[in-house]
């Protein structure tokens, strides 16, 4: 796989020497990404999520193949960083407008345990390193999910027994999920698998808390059973 992937930023070596002048402009955003770390650390997890999206694992065992995914990771490459660069602004914005709703709506209004659990969701979305556990096509989504966290905080501190009433509905799949997440034993498949659970149960709490912010995927109880019965044939 590393083999691999050096020959092909060999054959890009052009394209490469862009993409690296581009997280150069990443320095526009150093300022809402202080909370984080610094400017260095920044473009270099930016560098890591861009050639984890670039790079990833394929089989190949003959040339035809491998041009074939030379000129896929070409196309990849074309207006990558524009993509990215918004992105992860969108995404900075919308979780310091997040963190301000939560203590406004909650913390504020003395709703201590709602804002006790709405932060741990808030960190567990946005960890300090998010740039290592979000993949960049998933990125795209998350100031959705951020959005979603604010719209709930508002609605909740109107009524906490709606939000009461929605959440169970889907604290089982949150609770299978964490079983999941902490199982240490999980082969690598699995693993993909649990992560491709939350993501979908991001989208869950946006139809049950924000559902204005509509979901990129189609998502229900059903469809998560349904995912979780193939889980167990992985």
């Not at 912010?213 to 059903?222: Q, Y």
């Amino acid at each position: 796989k590393e083999g691999i992937k050096q020959l092909l930023l060999l054959h890009l070596g052009y394209e490469m020497a862009w993409l690296e002048r581009d997280l150069d402009a990443l320095r526009e955003l150093e300022g809402q990404y202080k909370v984080f770390g610094n400017l260095s650390q920044l473009q270099e997890q930016s560098r890591e999520n861009l050639h984890t999206y670039l790079f990833e694992a394929i089989r190949i065992d003959s040339k035809e193949v491998y041009e074939k995914h030379l000129a896929l990771v070409k196309n990849k490459l074309d207006g990558l960083m524009v993509k990215f660069k918004d992105s992860l602004e969108r995404i900075l914005h919308q979780y310091h407008e997040t963190q301000k709703d939560l203590d406004r709506f909650l913390r504020q209004q003395s709703l201590e345990e709602a804002y006790r659990e709405l932060t741990a969701q808030f960190n567990l979305l946005i960890p300090p390193d998010f740039l290592k556990s979000i993949p960049y096509t998933q990125l795209q989504h998350v100031p959705r999910y951020l959005k979603a966290m604010s719209v709930r905080a508002e609605r909740l501190a109107v009524s906490l027994p709606k939000d009461q009433g929605k959440m169970e509905k889907i604290t089982p799949y949150l609770n299978q999920w964490k079983s999941l997440h902490e199982n240490t034993s999980l082969s690598e498949s699995q693993q993909s698998a649990v992560q491709e659970l939350y993501w979908m149960l991001e989208e869950y709490k946006v139809s049950l808390f924000a559902g204005e912010l509509r979901t990129a995927i189609p998502v229900s109880s059903k469809r998560l059973d349904k995912f979780l019965e193939k889980f167990s044939q992985i």
